[in-house]
């Protein structure tokens, strides 16, 4: 059978595996099987210039798509920005800047605005370790239920 | 042959090892990730890589807002009115991790929160002020909650009340109340109403008898004028109330004569001796 496979497989069929399996990550989610058919591409090319055995060629296979998987995730993805925040509260709230409207000196919360309404309310309850007066402005950190936690800038 | 079969073998250990481990997250969901057991990270939308056969996805969160229906209740008011009453509430996870793990089911628990908070908010009122005052029962509602759901990492955007009605015994009684009130208003209208033409009636048999009176006072002068008159003209010869009798009884006389019944009249020969004989002198 190896023998039969050494013989018989030829560059193109690496080529048509190729584009099989790029055509699939359509129909299959994970973006994975993508990385699998550009490297059977290119074994595809590779083997028009040089052969070698089949179990040469899987390995070299496997080890391309890892390689491309890896090289994608490391230079890519994170040149990648996040285009909305819509639907993702933290994200949304977390380092908007805000003027304190009600001081909390003295109880354990105050009031701040923002200039335009985030989560829908422009005026939101606020924490803070330290006592923030009237006017200053603050930064949002994170959030508890419907209070923010704040630090000033 | 074997070195074709182990070659096999890790390719197809490999696309599953790369399937596993890349995670595609869709906008609008995060993905919690647990290392071993332990929590170990949240996934933000988008592709992310996790260690595979030691990083599992146990739970998938949604970040869009989520609809919570809070089925309607009976609610018993300051003065002891029964009313039933429902929301809505929009509540939005701002930290999956804690809404997963430090709640058995959020959505049941938020529901339940939300009733009791009701209910407490509405006891503190009486029956006309909770049907009328929406927006601040929908203000303390939110405070209330607002700190018991800190531990879950959600966040309550808003509660509206949706409906807020008299039950129907209680319905019923404020239609009677409304009904009895009109019925009132108008009994003392039509009442007044009464009063007033009965006052105008009076006045206008007032003025009439004083108008009557004068009238007569009117005729009498007219009648003693009259009589002066005829005694002036008469002088002393005769008594002038002789005169003015026998005028009368002529006239007298004359109506009978047109009258239906009477058609035979007889006067009397000598008319001042009847006239006389009338008088008795």
Redesign the interface.
Known sequence: ??EW?NTHIAYWHWLVLGLLLVTAEIFV?????F??GIAALFMGALLLLVGMP??LQ??L??GL??AL?LLW?KFI?PN?K?R?TS?????A?TGQVGSVIESNIGKPRGRLRFPAPI???DEW?FMSTSEIAIGERVTVVN?????LVVSPR | ?E??S???A??VL??IT??MG???VP??S?HIVQRLGKYHGTL????N?IIPYVDQVPYKVT???IVLDIPSQEVITQDNATIIANAVAYI????PEKAVYGVEDYEVAIQNLVQTALRSIVGEMSLDSALSSRDLIKAKL?EAI??????W??????VEIQDINPSVTMQKAMEEQAAAERQRRATVTRAEGEKQAAILEADGRLEASKRDAKAQVVLADASREAIERVTQAIGDKEMPVMYLLGERYIHALEELSTSDNAKNVIFPADLPNAVKGLLSR
């Open positions: 059978m190896l496979l989610s994970g973006f994975v099987l990385w699998f089949i179990a899987l390995l296979w496997a798509s890892i998987v995730l993805k990648w996040d909305t639907g993702m509260a933290m994200e709230l989560l829908g309310e309850q959030i508890s239920g419907n209070t | 042959m070195g074709l182990v070659v096999v890790l390719v490999v696309i790369i399937g890349v995670r595609i906008q609008g995060k933000n939308p988008g592709m890589v970040t869009k807002d939005n996870i701002v930290s939110k607002s700190d018991d759901i800190a531990d990492g959600i966040n309550l955007k808003t």
